[in-house]
């Protein structure tokens, strides 16, 4: 019988482990009992929690992304600027425990399953849509919307890009340095919108990237 007020406690140790033991793998071959034995838990104890490994699975990729939705909003909050906001999303992309080796290995793992998984490609979706959505909000307020969404495609795109490179053990591309090439495309991109503005005869005022 568990022990009263361990439930928590033995969760996310599973799914801790399940993160770790995944990486190690860089598939999801890893097994049930294999993920207990990281969590120094039994079997029988996960499958209680849990019932099966894709439900734990799901939960691992939830924590995830409750981990970057709280560190976003927390970025967010402490950015004085609309220009602070976009570089405060994009920063929290890039940070260190995101860019964990196992943690890497992990959501390309989780990116391969989405393609068999409809609940893991649902959450995958759902990642995209807020990235874009915190990314546009604040490129909304520095250009017109049709040129806010395609920066903010865009941006999205060098960021999952330039992350998911460091699944390429041979050409990885360091933290700093991929916020600093996705803020160089963002500042080229705002740039050339500011200056389309200056050379439309007038008609429009020119958008001048605020920060």
Not at 34 to 42: N, P, W
Not at 156 to 180: C, F, N, T
């Amino acid at each position: 019988m568990p022990k009263v007020g361990m439930e928590p406690v033995r969760r996310k140790a599973l799914v801790d482990a399940t993160l770790r033991a995944v990486g190690d793998h860089g598939s999801l071959t890893v097994t049930m009992s294999e993920i207990a034995r990281h969590a120094g838990v039994s079997p029988a104890l996960a499958h209680h929690y849990f019932g099966s490994k894709e439900q734990l699975v799901i939960e691992t990729i939830r924590s995830l992304l409750r981990t970057l939705r709280t560190d976003a909003v927390a970025a967010l909050k402490a950015a004085a600027t609309p220009r602070d906001r976009l570089s405060a999303v994009i920063r929290v992309n890039f940070q260190a425990h995101q860019f964990a080796p196992e943690t890497v290995a992990a959501w390309l793992a989780f990116y391969s399953e989405a393609q068999r998984s409809e609940a893991v490609r649902r959450l995958l979706v759902v990642y995209a849509r807020r990235l874009n959505s915190n990314l546009l909000a604040s490129l909304k307020r520095l250009c017109p919307a049709g040129h806010a969404s395609e920066i903010a495609d865009g941006a999205a795109a060098m960021i999952d890009g330039l992350y998911l490179r460091q699944g390429l053990k041979s050409a990885p591309v360091s933290i700093e340095s991929s916020i600093a090439l996705t803020e160089s495309y963002v500042n080229a991109q705002l740039a050339a919108v500011a200056g389309d503005a200056c050379h439309d005869g007038g008609r429009r005022l020119p958008v001048t990237p605020e920060r």
